[in-house]
């Protein structure tokens, strides 16, 4: 059977509309379009693979020309909808999306710590590298077979977080049921 739409497409030219501004270099891309007080972000991330944040020192990126801000877990504003521990001894609850600036946990290599905001995107990647930070470095633990005694399931999608459950992951299987 043919497929009839392709028929006529495979292997042959096709005018693009952009084609030539793009292969002349005179196309503009989205983010070359500059609006009126655009702002610009870059992330700053740790250099540690798990562990806290003992320090953040931003004082000088605060102050490097063009700066408007620089946001990070002591002084973001809290977001609703980020789940929240109960009480700070209480481990997270599970299965939430990446929540930054929430805390001074270091989950992952690269994990973002701060983002600086400036006036022009260059500034804002300069400021970015003047962050330093001090870290509290846990092990992190990579090795598979070794830390398979250590996992956790997520819970079920039934549950809720009044609902305490009893969660046995197997080889195999998980078995879940409702604790008393």
């Avoid at 509290?136 to 090795?143: G, L, Q, R, V």
Wanted: aromatic residues 8%; positive net charge; contains cysteine.
């Amino acid at each position: 059977m043919k497929d009839y739409f392709f028929q006529d497409t495979v292997g042959k030219p096709m005018d693009r509309v952009d084609g030539r501004l793009k292969v002349t270099g005179a196309a503009k891309y989205s983010a070359e379009y500059e609006l009126p007080n655009m702002a610009h972000a870059v992330l700053v991330g740790s250099t540690i693979a798990k562990g806290s944040i003992k320090s953040l020192d931003t004082k000088r990126a605060e102050n490097a020309p063009g700066v408007l801000a620089v946001l990070h877990y002591q002084n973001a504003p809290k977001v609703p909808g980020y789940a929240q521990a109960a009480h700070p001894t209480e481990p997270k609850p599970v299965g939430q999306p990446l929540q930054l600036f929430i805390d001074n946990q270091i989950n992952f290599n690269d994990h973002p710590i701060a983002v600086v905001v400036a006036d022009t995107l260059e500034r804002a990647m300069y400021a970015a590298k003047l962050v330093k930070a001090q870290y509290n470095e846990e092990k992190h633990a990579t090795d598979f077979n070794k830390n398979t005694a250590k996992r956790s399931c997520p819970p079920p999608p039934n549950a809720t977080p009044n609902t305490r459950w009893v969660i046995t992951c197997a080889a195999k299987k998980t078995r879940i049921k409702p604790s008393r």
